[in-house]
């Protein structure tokens, strides 16, 4: 695979940038809005976790008061529609723009789905949603919301061309990969690659927005504390949030490739602190495993599908 590399230099470009995000109250999305801070974006993040939420505001206006950037929270639970709005609501009450949204909050497996232990009685019981509701629906909803904000006019720049808007989604390596157990949580992983899958050309297309997805593997943070120890008794690669959050970061920040390319439809595969962009190489090897009359025929039907708005009328 393609390997791709972070671009902490360009970071600089987030400065006066409206960034809205999801999941910042913790692991790589505090890491992601203390650099955003650092580098002086204006910043509206939310989380379920309030008090940490609040406590990180705290600690980065006290420490850093000399920053240009701006920094608001508020507590949200993706599960709600009106939630997820209200984020993008007040970033645009407050700068007239957003300029790059970051869907990061997410929860892993809760509970086991298929349980041994459960019987013709108890299988009555339905089980919790919430796995699928905060890491498919939640980050749907802030996709669909952030793609009008993002489209809105900016009286910030003199032309369309000037302006640089970015939505990153978050997948694992669940998202494309067999990890057995994860029985809700793969699926809306997957569910999250579909949504990349499915807009980034249309958003692109009609409103100039680009579209980008991190895949990580096991993430040293508090959700993976369950299962750390196999990767560590196996000597498997462990990603830091610091890490992960330069590949987010990259992504928004960079709006060209070292090639020159748009910075758009990427796929990153981050482990051990590397990445990968992989979504290009699976369409390049197609005909490998698909044959060649199954990725002719793929091909040609995307082309006909064009930007994807003739689903529905």
Known sequence: MPVYETSPGSFVALKDAVVVLTGGANGVGESIVRTLYGVGAKILFG??????????VADLTSSAPASTGTLEFLRVDVRR???????????????????????LAGVT?????????????????????????????????????????????DPTRETPRNRDKSLLLTGSLAAFKEQQG??????????????????????????GIRVNIVCPSLIDTGMASRVLHVWQN???PVNSANQVAEYV???????????????????????????????????????????????KNCAATIEALGVGGNWVE
């Open 249 to 295: 970061l990259s992504l928004t920040a960079s709006r060209y490739g070292p090639d020159g390319t748009k910075h758009t439809g990427l796929a990153v595969y981050v482990e051990g602190g590397k990445g990968w962009e992989f979504e290009s190489e699976l369409d390049r090897l197609d005909s490998q495993w698909m044959g060649e009359e199954m990725a």
């Open 47 to 56: 989380d379920i976790d309030a008090a940490a939420g609040e406590k990180l």
């Open 109 to 153: 497996e809760g509970q086991n789905w298929f349980d041994p232990s459960l019987t013709i009685e108890s299988v009555r019981s339905p089980p919790s949603t919430a796995v699928l509701d905060i890491n498919l629906l939640g980050a749907a909803f802030f996709a669909r919301i952030a793609a009008v904000y993002l489209s809105q006019p």
């Open 182 to 207: 994860l029985f809700v949580y793969q699926p809306s992983k997957h569910g999250v690659m579909g949504l990349f899958r499915s807009s980034r050309r249309y958003l692109h297309t009609l409103h």
């Open 81 to 103: 529609y009106e939630d997820n709005l209200a984020l993008f609501d007040v970033a645009y009450t407050r700068h007239g723009r957003v300029d790059h949204a970051l869907s």
């Open 234 to 236: 196996n000597n498997l």
